[in-house]
C-alpha cells in the first residue's frame, strides 16, 4: 500500500486553548478519508497545516512523500484543495474561471475543461457567472477547480456544505468515481455524520483538538447501528476530555 499522506505528531496551539494536539496519521492511496469532528474541533486548522496555509508548532506533514514544511512546491504539486470556502471570479463565467486556474498548470485543454464541467454537471452554466449561482454550484465550481490538474490527492474542507440533497448524491458520486478510476485519494473534513458515512471509506474521528480514533467504516458499521452510535461511543469513552 502506497502512503499518501504521512502527518505525525501534529500540534498547533492556539492563545484560546483550541487548536490540535498530537495528530498522527497515515492515509493510502485510493482512500477516501473523512476527517470527522465537530465544528471548532480542529479539523480547519489541520487541513490549513496540510496545504501550507499555516505552521504547525511542532510535527510533520508529508504529502506524496515530500514535506510541506520543507519542500512546499513538490508537497503541493500533485494536490487540489478546497479550503474554507471556494473562491471564484465572479464576474468570469464558469468556464472563464476555469481557464484561469488552467493557466497555473502544464497541459490543460479546453477538452479537459469541458470534462470537470460535466463530471461536476455543470456543463450547461459552463457561460454564466458564478455570482449568479447557488452556494451549492458554487461548490461544484470550486470541486471542478480542485480536480482540474488530475492531481493525486484532494483535500476538501467541508465540501458538501451548503449543497442540497441532489448536490450531495452528485457530489459524492464524483468522489467515489475519482478514487476508483483515477485512484485519486481524497482527504475529506465534514461535521456531517451521515454524509461521511456514505461517501468515506475511512474515518477518523477529531475532538477537542485530538484523534480519537481512526478505522474503516466497514468496520465501524460491523460494530455500530451507524457511525452516529460509534462517533458518540468514542467522545463517551474519551470522557469528553
Known sequence: MEKVIEIKNLTKLYKNGRGIKDINLDI???????FLGPNGAGK???MKIMTGLIKPDSGEVKINGYSVLEDYEKAMQDV???IETAESYPFLTAYENLKQFS???KNIDDKRIDEVLEMTSLIKYKNEKPRKFSLGMKQRLGIAAAILSKPKVVILDEPLNGL???????MRNIIKNLAEKEETTFFISSHLIHDV???CNKIGVLYNGKMLNVDTTKNILKNYASLENYFVSEVERNGRI
Request: charged content about 25%.
Open 28 to 34: 493510502y492511496k485510493g482512500d477516501i478519508f473523512g
Open 80 to 82: 487540489g484543495c478546497i
Open 103 to 105: 493557466r497555473y498548470y
Open 197 to 199: 458515512e456514505l461517501t
Open 44 to 46: 480547519t486548522t489541520a
Open 164 to 170: 442540497d440533497v441532489e448536490g450531495m448524491i452528485d
